[in-house]
């Protein structure tokens, strides 16, 4: 069965669908659906304190989106977590099978959890396995169990949709990533710009080998303009998209300078951590997510920071699209926002 891939993110929810067949190179991909929708300022934000409004407003988006974008085949959900509802760390544990891995890790994951175990839902990955050491490195992801319960009440509450898959952001970038680059074996860093997070997954030899997240979003971008030229969201918003121009072409430069110079500093801090573990790694290419991702010269500005090629990571140009359904101009735009829910559409169902 097909399963929805909803990235609900601060500002906005997005949606896609995808109609997958065959195997290996007889793989078929067709974009059966896709959508954003405005969530209401400041909802998500509150989820912690005020989880019922936050329940309400993501049901009505994904309402929303099944609806207006005519989502008429799948009816199974797969949603992601980020942020500080959700851990997720490279811890080194002795080594073990990925089947018995589950139940390993709760003793394993305590020392890093600053929860109490019993109250949050963990999984984890295999990275490598290091046999002469009797030591592997494992991806953990623990997830507090009352954001998860949250989630999927969110979900039950639309009446037409089920709970299926609860991921996280930045794995569901890096299996969109994988998707579509299925022989990649590079060093390569994920980047997706959001409108509250920036998140960076660091791929090593193709495989994640670190994940990292820094609050700080291109919404950041839009609340400055806000402040310093006295306008509006909206016309900031246009502003930052370059639909309109500034008041003041050079303070709004200087504006985008010194958030992109944050992202650059945050993604450096990641990579000096990782050369600590592996001094000779050099990213050979990175690719930017979100709806930053589009900043004009944003590409050259983080590939001569790090030495790398850099691009736009857009996941629908590797889709078969029917054009009497879909624009593909407004798909080139959109792309890039939709890597997160992408990468949750080709999660098949899962039962467990």
Partial sequence: ????????????????????????????????????????????SQWEEQPIPARRAMSAAMTSLVKL???????????????????????????????????????????????????????????????????????LVAARKEVVTNYIQAVSMTKILKPNVIDVDALA??????????????????????????????????APHTIKEEPIGCQRITEEFEDAFGVSQEEAEAIKLGHTP?????????????????????????????????????????????????????PEQFGRSFKAEAEVFNPLRFVKVNPKKFDQAYLDYIGPQMAVSFGLAIRKEEVR
């Fill in 246 to 298: 500034p008041p003041n072409p050079t303070e709004a430069a200087e504006i985008v300078d010194r958030v992109v110079s944050n992202w650059i500093a945050a993604l450096d801090r990641a990579l000096e951590n990782i050369k600590l573990e592996n001094p000779d790694y050099q990213a050979q290419k990175i690719y930017l997510a979100g709806g930053g991702a589009f900043l004009k010269g944003l």
């Fill in 1 to 44: 069965m097909s399963v929805i891939g909803f990235d609900i993110g601060t500002y906005a929810a997005k949606a896609v669908l995808l109609n997958i067949k065959g195997k290996g190179r007889a793989l078929s991909v067709n974009l059966d659906g896709l959508g954003l929708a405005q969530m209401p300022q400041g909802v998500m």
């Fill in 69 to 139: 974008a005519k989502l008429k085949r799948g009816r199974l959900a797969a949603l992601s977590l980020s942020g500080d509802t959700m851990i997720i760390k490279k811890i080194s544990m002795p080594v073990t099978s990925q089947k018995e891995l589950r139940s390993s890790l709760a003793l394993e994951a305590e020392q890093y959890i600053p929860y109490p175990i019993n109250e949050v839902i963990i999984d984890g990955h295999i990275l490598s396995t290091d046999d002469h050491r009797g030591q592997m490195s494992v991806l």
């Fill in 173 to 206: 970038l890096y299996n969109a990533f994988d998707f579509v680059y299925p022989d990649n074996r590079q060093n390569v860093i994920l980047v997706d710009l959001g409108a509250s997070l920036m998140h960076m997954t660091v791929l090593r030899e193709g």
